[in-house]
């Protein structure tokens, strides 16, 4: 993942965990990631749909 602070530029690969991964990186940046209510699920899968729906798994979940 990288951040281009002059661009406002976030870059990063399909499997990178939006919720997960993504989001605590652009939190460092001042910025943030709108994501579904599964933080596991890749970026491939969000712009699939996935992971944003009223069933999917809750953060605490993954914790356990």
């Known amino acids: 993942m ?3 602070p002059e661009t406002g530029i976030a870059t ?22 709108a994501g579904g209510h599964c ?4 970026l491939g899968g969000f712009l699939l749909q996935g ?3 009223w069933n ?3 953060a605490a979940s993954l914790a356990t």
Do not use: I, M
Request: net charge neutral.
């Open 12 to 33: 990063a690969s399909p499997a990178v965990q939006g919720g997960l991964e993504l989001a605590p990186f652009l939190e460092k940046q001042g910025r943030f990631f």
């Open 39 to 42: 933080p596991s699920v890749g």
């Open 2 to 4: 990288t951040y281009d």
């Open 51 to 53: 992971g944003q729906g």
């Open 56 to 58: 999917a798994r809750s």
